[in-house]
């Protein structure tokens, strides 16, 4: 009963630094996101995937890139992270890329000293 | 421009004191309203999605309704396990893609 599993939970990284996000889901949803959560600003969207072999920018992409890998698994990468850039992101999951619920992953927290 | 604006941003209720959240939208053509739950340190859980004004669903102690330009989640006689962040998104009918455009959500807690 996994649904969308995200590593790793908690990340300190130095200004500069690059890491990558992991998410896998085990629904066999077509379709993947990528989401930050900042304080008083609700979710925002950065990447999505509306099916394997796809990526699309959201609201927030710049400092990031995504990898499709395969149809479980959506990636997010962050080159050089910034201090803008520490939040909580969320690797979600939903059938189709329209009028489906989106379930969302246990969150990562990042932060960017 | 899509935009979800939830009120009030903190609700403070004692056990059994029922009470409404609200969540504003303006949006071209809504596809659909959701409404998740969040706990402290965790992802959102999905609660309900409406579709269309009129809509009502039901869920324990929780009941969304959705008019043409708000949804109300009602909680009936909560109780302190109720106590969530609760968030509001509306995915709207442009550009296609299920991209959700969320509120900032209302902080719910339950006093016993």
């Known amino acids: 009963n996994a649904g969308v599993t995200q590593t790793p939970k908690f990340q300190v990284l130095k200004t500069g630094q690059s890491m990558t996000l992991q998410c896998a889901q085990d629904?066999?949803?077509?379709?993947m996101y990528w989401y930050r959560q900042d304080p008083g600003m609700g979710l925002r969207l950065i990447y999505y995937?509306?099916?394997?072999?796809?990526?699309d920018k959201g609201e927030v992409p710049n400092g990031y890139n995504v990898s499709r890998l395969n149809k479980r698994e959506f990636s997010l990468r962050l080159e050089s992270a910034a201090p803008s850039q520490t939040s909580v992101y969320f690797c979600?999951?939903?059938?189709?890329?329209?009028?489906?619920?989106?379930?969302f992953g246990e969150g990562s927290w990042l932060t960017v000293v | 421009e899509d935009q979800v604006t939830q009120s009030p941003e903190a609700l403070r209720l004692q056990e059994g004191e029922s009470s409404s959240l609200n969540c504003s939208y303006t949006?071209?053509?809504?596809?659909?309203l959701f409404w998740y739950r969040q706990d402290p340190g965790k992802g959102p859980e999905f609660l309900f999605t409406?579709?269309?004004a009129g809509e009502e669903k039901e869920k324990e102690r929780l009941k969304a309704t959705l008019t043409k330009k708000e949804s109300f989640l009602h909680i009936t006689a909560p109780k302190p396990e109720d106590s969530a962040t609760y968030l509001c998104?509306?995915?709207?009918?442009?550009?296609?893609?299920?991209?959700?455009?969320f509120g900032a959500g209302t902080i719910l807690r339950v006093k016993s």
């Open positions: 995937s509306a099916s394997e072999g796809t990526t």
């Open positions: 409406l579709y269309s």
């Open positions: 949006v071209s053509g809504l596809r659909g």
């Open positions: 979600a999951s939903s059938r189709g890329p329209t009028g489906n619920t989106i379930y």
């Open positions: 998104a509306v995915q709207a009918d442009v550009g296609g893609g299920n991209k959700l455009v």
């Open positions: 629904m066999n949803h077509n379709s």
